[in-house]
């Protein structure tokens, strides 16, 4: 292992939010229910015009989180290469009043961000840190890690699948007020 996981402090998430978050969308997960979701819910990839998401742009950015929220049971991690450099960070919200995704229970965490650099995606990073994640989460009593992500995003829905994670919620029409009417909620489910 070329690169080394650290716990990091508010005044360093510069350094981490300076990680692109950025993917390229190249196909999507299309949700296609059977008579009317009654029957149940299949997805279907399929291709798209390929498109740059940047999750940045709809947030205040990782070193506001603190402004936003009381961060103070939350925990950051940054991976490190040789070098000193950051490629790769997560973020565990926890234990926190006004984090809806928390449904004000204190045995799940919410893993509020990941993100690999693109030069070092599909090294086993990103599974390095939801291990690192699971276990912080189980020292706190947690059992199950909450995770947000989209139907456009394909290759993070495949990745947390290999990590163990089971789809347990479908939000058709959550992102209107973005503008994002067309993308779907997802959450996934790590359990502990
Ligand atoms: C999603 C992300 C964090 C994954 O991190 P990563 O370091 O690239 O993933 P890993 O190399 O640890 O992958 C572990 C396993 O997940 C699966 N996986 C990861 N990326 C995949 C992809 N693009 N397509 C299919 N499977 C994938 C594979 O099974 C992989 O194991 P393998 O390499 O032995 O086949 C990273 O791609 C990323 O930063 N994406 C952009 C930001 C983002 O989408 N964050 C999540 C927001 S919800």
Redo the contacts with the bound molecule.
């Keep these: 292992m070329d690169y080394k996981i650290i716990e990091l402090n508010i005044e360093d998430m510069k350094k981490y939010a300076g990680?692109?978050?950025?993917?390229t969308v190249e196909t999507i997960l299309v949700p296609v229910q059977i008579d009317k979701g009654v029957g149940g819910i299949s997805f279907v990839e399929q291709a798209v015009s390929p498109y740059i998401?940047n999750?940045e742009e709809f947030g205040s950015g990782a070193e506001n989180w603190h402004k936003r929220f009381d961060t103070s049971n939350w925990v950051r991690f940054a991976v490190i290469d040789k070098k000193g450099s950051f490629i790769?960070g997560?973020t565990v919200a926890y234990k926190t009043d006004n984090v809806n995704m928390l449904e004000g229970r204190d045995d799940i965490s919410v893993?509020w961000?990941?993100?690999?650099?693109?030069d070092?995606?599909?090294?086993?990073?990103?599974?390095?840190?939801?291990s690192r994640v699971a276990d912080w989460s189980k020292s706190k009593g947690c059992v199950m890690v909450k995770?947000?992500?989209?139907n456009i995003?394909?290759?993070?829905c495949?990745?947390?699948?290999?990590?163990g994670c089971r789809l347990g919620g479908i939000k058709m029409h959550e992102y209107k007020e973005e503008g994002l009417e067309s993308e779907v909620m997802l959450f996934?489910y790590l359990d502990l």
């Design positions: 990680i692109p978050i950025s993917f998401k999750y790769g997560a893993l961000d990941l993100r690999v650099h693109p070092h995606r599909g090294k086993g990073i990103g599974k390095s840190l939801i995770i947000e992500t989209q995003n394909s290759n993070a495949k990745f947390y699948s290999a990590m996934w």
